[in-house]
């Protein structure tokens, strides 16, 4: 949890300290708050006339995640990947290696049964702010 989040969870929180300190965040924290689930907190403590601030950032982040959704659902109801997911590991592996390397994460939770909510999060932030370039060779 990051400096605001802390803040927010406090006894004794300012709205217009929380405030200024929401506005003083990178894009990049205010992203950390809701992959990991406690800007709702966050927005909770807000004065009134500062939610929007946050709420409309969630929305776009939660359209976000409905279209990796969407994609995974997509992915899922294929009849090739309900056969390779009923095969070896190893065989699904290489399928999703060479189909779908960049949902790689997500198609292994869901062929171990564990995929979340959380974890789509984590993805979508992780989407937006990779540290890894990719370069063409």
Do not use: C
């Not at 405030?19 to 894009?27: G, S, T």
């Not at 990991?36 to 929305?59: C, M, S, T």
């Not at 279209?67 to 390779?84: A, C, M, T």
């Not at 997500?106 to 702010?129: C, E, H, Q, T």
């Amino acid at each position: 949890m990051n400096k605001v989040g802390k803040y927010a969870s406090s006894a004794e929180v300012d709205d217009i300290e929380l405030m200024r300190l929401v506005f003083e965040l990178p894009e990049r924290d205010k992203m950390v708050m809701w992959s990991e689930g406690y800007i709702d907190q966050v927005i909770d403590q807000l004065p009134e006339y500062a939610r929007d601030i946050l709420k409309e950032r969630q929305q776009k982040w939660e359209d976000t995640k409905a279209f990796y959704e969407k994609q995974l659902n997509e992915i899922v109801s294929g009849e090739d990947f309900n056969r390779k997911l009923k095969g070896e590991r190893k065989e699904f592996a290489l399928f999703v290696m060479e189909m779908y390397p960049e949902f790689r994460s997500l198609l292994f939770l869901i062929y171990d049964g564990n995929l979340k909510d959380d974890d789509l999060r984590k993805f979508v932030y992780r989407r937006r702010f990779t540290s890894r370039k990719k370069y063409l060779h």
